[in-house]
């Protein structure tokens, strides 16, 4: 078999190229980059792996606890709650694929595994996943006039995934922040704008965003092989996620029984970690 002909600094020439360089030279408009996320990429198992899959499990406790914290004031709010939950599902989605495009090359030495390195997903791919979804959770959030915490919310997780993770101090409390602001969200499809400026839905974003701090800092060394706080021990802090909502519901006592909804979330406990076992969380 002849192998093909080459130029004087080793690189085959226009033409003679593999296919599969040949497709990435060619221009590639977003709504092929898109089709290319059902052509080539759906994977279910990748994409579990890259969306850290059990720890969507921890989001809807997020959204209900605002919303039970909040006070009573809109008109619709049970709409507006099922509006708000999958605002918060995807704005997480978004941050996890685009914590792994912008880790790549740290992830190629460390983790080359992780489905964008290994090639399961393609890079490109992942970023205009992120990008619609991104585009749709901003368009929900109008929907039910939570602007004011979205847009701040889809800023924090940019920055953070961008390169504000990897500033001391900064970088967790980015996280924290971002946990904090879904929380919020809950509180604003309760009671608008108004409702994340009373004490009780504050002081549990608070209280979620150091707690989210605390995790975040133990998980910047998961990957390393000294580490003291692996990646199932993260995951272990994670999955306490639940039961910690569960308390911030049942604290809304102002909205018995509709605060008793809080002890739904704690069967998520076992699913999720089922879902650990096969999907690693962190």
Not at 65 to 86: E, F, K, T, W
Not at 180 to 188: R, T
Not at 254 to 261: D, E, G, M, S, V
Request: include cysteine; proline fraction near 9%.
């Amino acid at each position: 078999m002849i192998p093909p002909s080459t130029s004087d600094n080793g690189i085959p020439p226009e033409g003679e190229r593999p296919d599969e360089d040949r497709r990435w030279d060619q221009p590639t408009s977003f709504l092929d980059t898109l089709r290319g996320a059902f052509s080539h990429s759906i994977h279910g198992e990748a994409w579990g792996r890259l969306l850290r899959l059990p720890n969507f499990l921890t989001i809807p406790g997020d959204l209900l606890a605002g919303y039970l914290l909040a006070p009573v004031n809109a008109s619709g709010q049970a709409v507006r709650l099922l509006i708000a939950i999958p605002t918060g599902l995807l704005l997480y989605a978004a941050g996890l694929i685009l914590n792994d495009v912008f880790d790549y090359a740290q992830d190629l030495r460390e983790r080359p595994s992780r489905p964008l390195p290994s090639g399961a997903i393609h890079r490109e791919t992942a970023g205009a996943t992120a990008l619609v979804l991104l585009w749709m959770a901003a368009f929900l959030s109008a929907s039910f006039d939570a602007l004011s915490v979205g847009i701040p919310l889809i800023l924090c997780i940019v920055f953070y995934d961008a390169g504000g993770k990897k500033i001391p101090v900064l970088g967790p409390i980015l996280m924290g922040a971002c946990r904090s602001g879904n929380l919020l969200l809950g509180a604003a499809a309760a009671a608008g704008t108004a409702g994340i400026l009373t004490p009780a839905p504050l002081a549990a974003a608070l209280l979620l965003g150091l707690y989210i701090a605390v995790v975040t800092h133990l998980a910047r060394q998961e990957a390393r092989p000294n580490a003291t706080f692996k990646p199932e021990h993260i995951g272990k802090l994670l999955q306490m996620l639940i039961p910690l909502q569960a308390l911030f519901c049942l604290g809304a006592i102002h909205r018995f029984p509709a605060n008793l909804l809080g002890l739904l979330l704690l069967p998520l406990l076992a699913l999720h970690r089922r879902l650990s076992s096969r999907f690693p969380p962190s």
